[in-house]
């Protein structure tokens, strides 16, 4: 729900990807301005929580020159990776 509140709020020119992750991060849909998406239908390994991934991937997305914004839904219970050094890059 929160995702297609989200998405069907985007203004005009805006884009969006979604991301989902636990131990490795996957590209469920890519940069698009479309204000919809179908079912998660990516698969994470579930055994940790690398948020540092899940932001680097993100960040990749992006395109060059963009305004960049990240929003992450999570329980914070980071257990590989570094989350902070990646929010600051």
């Given at each position: 729900a929160i995702l297609t509140e989200a998405l069907a709020a985007m203004p005009p020119g805006d884009e969006a990807a979604i991301v989902v992750f636990a131990a490795n991060a996957l590209v469920e849909r890519p940069m698009s301005a479309a204000g919809e998406t179908g079912?998660?239908?990516?698969?994470?390994?579930t055994s940790n929580t690398d948020l540092e991934e899940a932001l680097s991937l993100g960040m990749a997305l992006f395109p060059e020159g963009a305004a960049r914004r990240i929003v992450v839904l999570s329980d914070g219970a980071q257990t590989v990776g570094d989350a902070a050094a990646a929010a600051r890059r």
């Open positions: 079912p998660i239908r990516s698969t994470p390994i």
